[in-house]
Nanobody, 127 residues
Framework: EVQLVESGGGLVQTGGSLRLACAAS????????IAWFRQAPGKEREEVSF????????FYENSVKGRFTISSDRAKNTVYLQMNNLKPEDTAVYYC????????????????????WGQGTQVTVSS
């Protein structure tokens, strides 16, 4: 069973950058599809980005396209989310999630398809 730990969150001004990390233990991430989600106060958890373990395809929620980049470092067993040009509306707790199942790629935005979750890391963007 894989355990996920997020890090890298913090307080940043509008236009700034952060790099979130999702470090795995207990299993190699090479066998898992990984996604980032976020949840702002009073809102539902929403998808941010996804990377497939099979073919390395990546997907992004429309509002972060061109600003966020998901990547993986298999040697470090870690998935990253590089976030540039941050906006106040990006403020949320960010979670990474993993599944060993062979996802239908179109289902990646659904939280219910993921079996493992990290504890989250807070990202706050000030205006």
């Amino acid at each position: 069973e894989v355990q996920l730990v997020e890090s890298g969150g913090g307080l940043v001004q509008t236009g700034g950058s952060l790099r979130l990390a999702c470090a795995a233990s207990g299993a190699t991430l090479a066998g898992y599809d990984i996604a980032w989600f976020r949840q702002a106060p009073g809102k539902e958890r929403e998808e941010v980005s996804f990377i497939s373990s099979r073919n390395r395809r990546t997907f992004y929620e429309n509002s972060v396209k061109g600003r966020f980049t998901i990547s993986s470092d298999r040697a470090k067993n870690t998935v990253y989310l590089q976030m540039n040009n941050l906006k106040p509306e990006d403020t949320a707790v960010y979670y990474c999630a993993a599944t060993a199942s062979r996802l239908i790629l179109s289902s990646w935005p659904l939280p219910s398809v993921y079996d493992y979750w990290g504890q989250g890391t807070q990202v706050t963007v000030s205006s």
